[in-house]
């Protein structure tokens, strides 16, 4: 009995181990038309429907249009990051989309209630100061499948910094989602 | 009643684990729960097991020495745990990590009651229980059930190592002073220390508290001979393993057996091996000639022993902090001057103006560390009895024994602030609480203060509505939701292996990257975290991939100023994480223009 109280644990603590090293995973390189078929994948993850709201929200279709320079999403939305951010998405054959309706909050102190965020087309520029809560920024596109819009901060500063909350990370402004307007043809 | 000999003596009889469940209700209650709790809370999403450790642990589980720049000087402590870590977790089973820390941290409550009745006596069964049940259900040690933080597997070895003491105590034929007078107990004391080097094998940075352990040391043993024999166990265990695992990382790595160093060991080298090759032979040398040892306890006086020793523990521990303090590790949570150490000593969580944390990344509410405080300054007012009076002399376990527990936390609060550090001690709170309850005093009155502590101590529990009830776990990346799955499924593995050619070079940018690596299990790929320098980047054969965090894309330009040409970037949108993978060109006219 006295050899079976450390014989149990042993048996368990080696067959676990056992079991962890068989299910390592070890995989092998990708044939080229794997690599390809994945390049296919990712971009038709960023294909949006037009003239909806789309949010980007965690576990939303949309997010995979989310580009650089954003967090990982969040239950209600994506914050950005750093200084510049972009999202990049696609739309169907044969839809013009001519504008895009972003809806963000910046991060702002309670006392200087101020951000300057810059939307970015190749067409269009818009600049607004925001000055908290949600608002809506109407930015024209070119009418291309694919588009890209960069964000541009004036700073990023974290909660703690602007003695909000203990959240140590960086933020500019969180985006909620967008609407993609579009001239079907 | 159970003691520590009832499995010893009745043996481990599913009838017999079955009786004592039932019996013992509220400990194997706590237990449950405490398995429970780590199921239920899903995956761990630790922020440091994610960001360094998961990989470095995969690595090295792999045989392989070189952390390509990722936490390099980690490999040379000791890292057992990290290994253990991320071998569960790449099993791609979300459960049987889960499960494993479960099954481990719920073997507290249990560790802790067996404890708390050997070295308390005349008081209810269901005290006991309480005070055990307890020390796994506040807040501090709660959120890290079911965790990769390893400070509740570094709590096992420190309840052991004080049952071990205790039973030492039991062979102690004539405990008003003789003590450490057989090799019998001068052997178990060795071995009591020799268990308490585990916590730190298994945690490192649990070494910083283990001074303040030591000023208790005295008084527990109550001999030259037996904290000698106590301190030597730690030592000679400690380093043997910490000097052997060296040893292997310098001939895997490094090449020259004389390049060894571990971390929190002043001297590396030639002088490491001579310090522990020392040590070990002073533990065997003490244990082989203890009864002539003995002899030099005997012809001195034990209070002025124990006196001494502590005096010297203590001052150990303040230079340990003075070291600790000057080195600054992390000097997010120092207190800055000696009068705001008093108010931290009682902080119990909350954020400060409503907006900063004190000592501790997520604000909390837990009497804990105030308690311990509290303890510790009761312990110290019983040292001094102890010294002064010689009726006090059989008070010193219950001296000991609160200063071995809540030492650590005075101590921690001094020389790093960060309250985490010394999480690993609290399940021993209750059992100082207890062993003060139990000096002679009038009973009612005993149990009442009994009574009083516990309520004191499991005021989180109960008054809801505080900053604890918001979250599960401790620096999880994901709070809002528990994952019942693999933080990057076989889906997602998948789609990522595929955009990396065969035989890669891969540089990983930023933080919470490397984690998705051991998942992978690609070893064809070289993966490195350093930023390359141009050099570098033109003798390789083809072009590298980036895989980086999205959020600090603005690294990627450091990159192309060393000759390389983002071609294409694509960020992955995964279901709990967020990866971005840039194909490049190398610029070879830039780096000769360099």
């Known amino acids: 009995m006295r050899a079976l109280r450390f014989a149990v644990p042993m048996v368990v603590f080696v067959a676990l181990l056992g079991f962890a090293a068989a299910a390592q995973p070890v995989r092998e390189p990708p044939r080229r038309s794997e690599t390809a078929n994945a390049r296919i994948r990712v971009d038709e993850s960023k294909s949006v429907p037009v003239d909806r709201y789309l949010s980007v929200a965690a ?57 300057l965020v ?51 990370r960086a933020f500019c402004a969180k985006i909620y989602g967008y609407k993609v307007i579009a001239d079907v043809g | 009643m159970i003691t520590l000999k009832t499995f010893q003596s009745t043996g481990y009889g599913w009838r017999n684990i079955a009786s004592c469940a039932a019996k ?66 790449n099993t791609g089973v979300w459960w049987v990590p889960a499960l494993a820390h479960g099954a481990v941290h719920a073997l507290i409550a249990p560790s802790v009651f067996l404890l708390s009745r050997a070295v308390v006596r005349g008081l209810p069964n269901i005290l006991h229980q309480a005070f055990a049940a307890v020390s796994v259900l506040v807040p501090l040690v709660a959120m890290q059930i079911g965790t990769t933080s390893g400070h509740l ?15 030492s105590r039991e062979t102690d034929n004539s405990y008003s002073g003789q003590s450490c007078s057989n090799p019998q107990q001068t052997r178990g004391l060795a071995w009591a220390g020799a268990v308490l080097a585990v916590s730190p ?130 000097g997010r949570w120092f207190v800055d001057d000696p009068a705001s150490f008093v108010p931290r000593l009682a902080h119990t969580g909350d954020l400060q103006y409503g907006f900063n944390t004190l000592d501790l990344e997520v604000p909390y509410f837990d009497t804990s560390v105030p308690l311990a405080a509290l303890l510790a300054v009761a312990g110290i007012v019983v040292a001094v009895g102890v010294m002064l009076r010689d009726s006090w002399w059989q008070d010193r376990w219950t001296a000991g024994l609160v200063l071995f527990s809540c030492a650590p936390f005075v101590f921690n609060v001094w020389a790093t602030g960060y309250t985490r550090y010394a999480t690993q001690s609290i399940p021993l709170i209750g059992v100082a609480a207890l062993s003060m309850c139990s000096l002679r005093g009038w009973r009612p009155l005993k149990l009442f203060v009994a009574a009083l502590f ?52 891969v540089f990983v940018v930023g933080d919470l990257t490397s984690h998705v690596i051991p998942r992978l299990g690609r070893f064809d790929v070289t993966w490195d975290f350093l930023l390359p320098k141009g050099d570098a980047v033109a003798e390789l054969q083809t072009p590298p991939v980036l895989l980086f965090n999205p959020a600090e894309s603005d690294r990627l330009s450091k990159y192309e100023d060393q000759g390389l040409i983002l071609e294409s970037c694509d960020v992955l949108r995964f279901r709990h994480v967020s990866l971005g993978l840039c194909a490049t060109q190398i610029d070879r006219s830039q780096i000769d223009r360099a």
């Open chain 2, 201 to 330: 094998l298994l945690k490192p940075s649990a070494l910083a508290s283990m001074p303040a352990h030591f000023i208790g040391v005295p008084f527990l043993t109550g001999s030259l001979v037996g904290s000698i024999a106590f301190l030597l166990g730690f030592l000679a265990v400690y380093l043997a393993v910490a000097v052997t695992w060296a040893a292997v990382v310098a001939l895997a790595a490094d090449g020259g057996l004389l390049e060894i160093r571990t971390p929190g060991v002043p001297v590396d080298g030639f002088g490491l091996w001579f310090l522990a090759g020392t040590l070990v032979a002073a533990l065997f040398g003490l244990l082989k000639y203890s009864e002539w040892v003995s002899f030099l306890h005997r012809s001195l006086r034990p209070r002025l022993v124990v006196a001494l020793l502590t005096l010297v523990a203590a001052l150990g521990a303040l230079v340990a902090a003075t070291h600790l303090r000057s080195a600054a590790y992390d």
């Open chain 2, 153 to 167: 597997y570094a709590a096992l070895p420190i309840v052991w190592s004080l049952t071990l003491l205790a039973r």
């Open chain 2, 454 to 505: 516990l309520i004191a101590w499991t005021l989180p529990l109960w008054w809801a509505g505080r900053t604890s009830t918001s979250f599960e776990r401790f620096a999880q990346i994901t709070y809002e939701q528990n994952i019942y799955e693999d933080i990057v499924n076989d889906e997602e593995v998948e789609l990522l292996s595929d955009l990396i050619p065969d035989g890669s070079t």
């Open chain 1, 118 to 168: 810059t939307l970015v087309s190749s067409i269009d520029e818009v600049s607004i100061e925001m000055t908290g809560g949600r608002e809506r920024i109407l930015l024209a596109l070119d009418g291309e499948e694919s588009q890209r819009v960069s964000i541009l901060c004036n700073a990023v500063e974290s909660p703690i910094s602007l003695e909000l909350n203990p959240d140590r």
């Open chain 1, 59 to 115: 576990g939303a279709d949309a997010r995979s249009t989310l580009g650089l320079g954003f967090l990982h999403p969040e239950a209600d939305g994506a914050w950005m990051g750093q200084l510049s951010a972009v999202i990049s998405f696609g739309v169907e054959t044969g839809v013009t989309p001519t504008a895009v309706e972003l809806e963000l909050r910046p991060l702002v102190a309670a006392e200087s209630r101020r951000r």
């Open chain 2, 24 to 89: 013992y209700w509220i400990v194997a209650s706590a237990s449950a729960v405490t398995l429970w709790r780590s199921l239920v809370a899903g995956t761990d999403a630790y922020y440091d097991f994610l960001n360094v450790k998961w990989f470095m642990g995969w690595r090295l589980w792999n045989g392989n020495f070189e952390l390509a720049g990722i936490a390099s000087s980690r490999k040379w402590g000791p890292p057992f745990l990290d290994i253990w870590h991320a071998a569960l977790a």
